[in-house]
């Protein structure tokens, strides 16, 4: 999967799209969702379960705030467009795929479809722990668990079709996704990537959501989990 070198005669060379906090939450996201939905079936890993349901709920709070307040491709005003543009992109997407040529039109941040599929993601996870929550009460009725189980899988449904997206689209415009969400690089011409990685937050970021992972786990958020 080679990136071209070149786009309308612009040179192409690495550039820094996604910011730290940003593929800090992506990976911390995943791992509680993934972690959350292998532990949902035992009584025995309730609490584990719950730590990681609240840790998630944490993380779309944060990516919340930092989608108003973060660097270029970080920000909803980037990202989030109309409808129409996200099916407009999705129309162009089957026929370069069997002409397999790239789309026409390429992005550095989130696609317009893309940007769907994170508010999807980011309302299915919210859902999952307000649902949670409801349930893990005592008095809770029993339509909660059902409701609970009913969001939790289709969050899993979800997350099937964007990393079968982002396959695809990695390799209809030959350039690796995922790779870019790991270390932040995509191939851009000079002026396009953000300034700075806003590497401490990023860090301070992934330390504030284990320690409150621990901490829920360890039973220290009795408001949450008795
Ligand atoms: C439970 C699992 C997952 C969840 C809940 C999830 C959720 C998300 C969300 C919310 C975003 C938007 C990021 C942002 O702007 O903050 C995103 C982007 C992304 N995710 Fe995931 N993800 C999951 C698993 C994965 C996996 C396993 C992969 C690897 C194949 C992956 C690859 C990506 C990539 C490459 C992007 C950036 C897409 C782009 O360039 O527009 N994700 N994901
Ligand atoms: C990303 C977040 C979450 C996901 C994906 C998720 C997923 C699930 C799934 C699929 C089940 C059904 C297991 C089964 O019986 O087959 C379940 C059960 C359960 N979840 Fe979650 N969950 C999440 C967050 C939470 C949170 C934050 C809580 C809060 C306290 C919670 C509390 C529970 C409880 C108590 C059950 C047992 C339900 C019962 O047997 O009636 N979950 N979860």
Redesign the pocket.
């Known amino acids: 999967m080679s990136a071209p070198d070149e786009v309308d005669g612009a040179r192409l060379a690495p550039q820094l799209i996604w910011d730290l906090p940003t593929r800090v939450f992506h990976w911390l996201l995943a791992a509680?969702?993934l972690g959350?939905?292998l532990t949902?079936?035992s009584?025995r890993s309730?609490m584990l379960?719950?730590a990681?349901?609240?840790s998630?709920?944490l993380l779309v709070a944060w990516r919340l705030v930092w989608g108003l307040l973060g660097s270029r491709y970080a920000r909803f005003t980037d990202f989030v467009k109309s409808p129409a543009a996200a099916l407009a992109y999705l129309r162009g997407y089957l026929p370069a795929a069997m002409r397999k040529g790239r789309p026409q039109t390429h992005y550095l941040g989130h696609n317009p479809a893309g940007g769907w599929a994170v508010l999807a993601l980011l309302s299915a996870?919210s859902l999952?722990?307000?649902?949670?929550?409801v349930?893990?009460q005592d008095d809770s009725a029993?339509i909660?668990?059902?409701l609970?189980?009913?969001?939790?899988?289709g969050?899993?449904l979800l997350v099937g079709l964007h990393v079968a997206a982002v396959v695809a689209t990695s390799v209809l415009h030959r350039e690796n996704l995922v790779r870019a969400m790991v270390n932040g690089y995509k191939r851009a011409r000079s002026g396009e990537g953000i300034p700075g990685a806003f590497t401490l937050l990023g860090l301070l970021l992934a330390l504030a959501v284990l320690a409150f992972a621990w901490q829920v786990y360890t039973g220290k958020f009795p408001a949450?989990?008795s």
């Open positions: 509680c969702v959350a939905w949902a079936e009584e309730r379960h719950v990681l349901g609240y998630a709920g996870v999952a722990v307000v649902t949670g929550y349930n893990y029993e909660w668990g059902e609970h189980e009913l969001v939790g899988n969050i899993m949450l989990t």
